[in-house]
């Protein structure tokens, strides 16, 4: 199971910081990912990092203002989430696959969190 958190209301400019904790399974090898979803959008993606932590994915959106990281000791991926703006308002997800491909796909992913919503007012 992927439990998500973090999620909250922030100024535009602001910083949130997203945890989603593993358990249940050992997850060791796949990629977790973080998706999004704004109402009347579709889902998507917006970082990935490997199991090892070596390899990460950014949207271009995102790109130099969001940081993906793992801490495999407590079983938990990151998303420090710098500089949010409006347009990043959304419920965010916690994704895994086992595939080891950081892939941009969200249909592609085995396992989900249950969302957590991040509001950026401006």
């Known amino acids: 199971q992927l439990q998500a958190s973090g999620g909250g209301l922030v100024q535009a400019g602001g910083s949130l910081r997203l945890s989603c904790a593993a358990s249940g399974r050992t997850f060791g090898s796949y990629v977790m990912a973080w998706f999004r979803q704004a109402p009347g959008k579709e889902r998507e993606f917006v970082a990935a990092i490997s199991w090892s932590g070596l390899r990460t994915r950014y949207a271009d959106s995102v790109k130099g203002r969001f940081t993906v990281s793992t801490d495999n000791v407590k079983n938990t991926r990151y998303l420090q989430m710098n500089s949010l703006k409006p347009e990043d308002t959304a419920v965010y997800y916690c994704?895994?696959?086992?595939?080891?491909?950081?892939?941009?796909?969200?249909?592609?992913?085995?396992?989900w969190g249950q969302g957590t919503q991040v509001t950026v007012s401006s």
């Open positions: 994704a895994a696959r086992a595939d080891g491909t950081l892939g941009l796909d969200p249909r592609r992913y085995d396992y």
